[in-house]
């Protein structure tokens, strides 16, 4: 098996024609430097082709994309801000995608065939193909790293606005669904369930346009019963699955499939519940860690900032250099303080780096008397806030001067944050799971920081 891997996936694509196409357009002459910077890293290579060959293929059929093949086109995605189905347009259409993303005669891969070679780049082989580029920048010259800015965003989840009403309404009709499928499969005497979801919607509808208290929570009532007996329904459903026997073993793995899928969405659908009686019953202030705010992308964390509104996703910590390449980027599960992020963003740097930055500028949540104390320790020289909460100008940097100056320098991280989500779609992420979060923001990342490693080689040039 091991030597059909190698047989049936290839790291390089062949020598490209002779006629391949020249590059005239400004995207075109981007697309040709982003080709330098890949072509100079074949490292990054190595890093893909190692999450590519992680599943062993069949040493039949088709050979798949190459290493090279499915790295060039997750950055013509991610520098284009395209869906699946735009890429495979893009790359049957397009002779300038095409000649980049080196598809040889006749390969027109499918939206479905290009998810499935870009997802399996884990978020460590990501974080390591974003050292290969910032060690490419600092061999160019690009960008030393002594100079950096520090601040954070959010990234929101793929998710509609939640309300206790919406989420039962979720959990009803999807664990449904899966009753139904599970009955189509086993129907056994022991295997009973109820169509609830017309009943159930009709209550979810009372919910959103009640105009008295007591009629919204009436139908809040009635939900909560149904959700009840739906876990009921599935919680008997879920030994019947896992016990059941076939002759095909796909009919067997759709049953445990389905049997998972039920015994998680029963324990979010419960919490729901739970959470609705405290906080509608109950009137009760309902703890974050308590709360469930995505039956689908159960991983969101409820984000709040002083005077602005609530953002359901993932709070992420970006270093920014002079340069205007992001180089670092630390995603974070639940809400911690800025704060308690700066020393460890100092740390990563200096592991990307060898050696911490001369001078740091962050935002005004980052400082803290503690933070500065360990950032002189640490040897930088400058360590700036935008706000000095409490510090005194002399404490963090050498002279007012170089305090203005760091303070006016961290503002342009907000120039590239904003890039990121208006260009790069980072401001909302669109890929599935907890490990797709991560993926797709180390993607952006790494396609944002091309695009400004080819415009300066360009410049340059």
């Keep these: ?3 059909g891997v190698l047989r049936m996936r290839q790291k390089l694509t062949r020598q490209m024609s002779i006629f391949s196409v020249t590059m005239r357009h400004d995207i075109g002459k981007e697309l040709a430097a982003f080709s330098e910077i890949l072509d100079a890293t074949p490292k990054m290579l190595d890093l893909v082709y190692a ?13 798949g994309m190459t290493a090279e093949q499915v790295l060039r086109c997750v ?26 993303a080196r598809m040889e005669m006749g390969q027109y891969p499918s939206s479905s065939s290009l998810q499935e070679n870009i997802k399996p780049l884990s978020e460590e082989t990501w974080e390591a193909v974003h050292v290969c580029l910032m060690q490419y920048a600092l061999e160019a010259g690009i960008e030393n790293g002594r100079k950096v800015r520090i601040d954070s965003t959010v990234v929101e989840s793929n998710i509609h606005d939640p309300s206790d009403s919406t ?7 999807v664990i449904t669904r899966w009753l139904e499928e599970g009955h189509a499969l086993a129907p056994r005497p022991d295997y009973r369930y109820c169509d609830h979801c017309r009943v159930v919607k009709k209550r979810l509808m009372v919910v959103l346009n009640a105009k008295k208290e007591e009629d919204r929570v009436s139908a809040y009532r009635d939900m909560t019963q149904y959700a009840g007996k739906v876990v009921g329904y599935a919680k008997e459903a879920i030994p019947v699955l896992q016990a059941y026997q076939a002759t095909g073993l796909g009919d067997m793995m759709i049953a445990m499939n389905l049997a998972t899928q039920l015994k998680r969405a029963v324990g979010l659908l419960e919490k729901v519940i739970n959470q609705t009686e405290r906080r509608v019953f109950r009137n009760e202030k309902v703890p974050v860690a308590d709360k469930v705010v995505s039956f ?16 359901f996703g993932h709070k992420i910590f970006l270093t920014g250099g002079k340069s205007n390449l992001i180089l670092d980027c630390l995603i974070a599960n639940g809400n911690p303080a800025d704060s308690d992020q700066y020393i460890p963003m100092l740390e990563r740097h200096k592991k ?62 907000e120039a590239n944050i904003s890039t990121l989500k208006r260009a790069f779609g980072l401001d909302r992420c669109t890929w599935k799971g907890w490990e797709g979060f991560k993926q797709y923001v180390w993607s952006s990342i790494f396609a944002y920081n091309m695009q400004i490693i080819a415009r300066i080689k360009l410049d340059a040039g």
């Design 1 to 3: 098996m091991v030597s």
């Design 51 to 63: 999450d590519l060959t992680r599943v062993a293929r069949k040493d039949t059929g088709r050979k």
């Design 75 to 100: 950055a013509l995605k991610q520098y284009r801000n395209l869906s699946y189905e735009e890429l495979a347009f893009h790359l049957e259409d397009s002779k300038s995608f095409r000649a980049f």
């Design 167 to 173: 989420l039962l309404w979720d959990g009803i009709r």
């Design 296 to 311: 689908f992308e159960d991983h969101t964390d409820i984000i709040v900032k002083k005077r602005r509104d609530t953002q």
């Design 352 to 413: 990307t780096f060898s050696k911490v930055p001369r001078q740091v500028s962050a935002d005004g949540g980052f400082a803290s008397k503690d933070n500065l104390t360990a950032a002189k320790e640490l040897e930088v020289k400058d360590a700036v806030f935008a706000k000095k909460r409490g510090l005194s100008v002399i404490d963090m940097a050498k002279s007012s001067w170089v305090y203005k100056k760091l303070r006016n320098f961290r503002a342009g991280i």
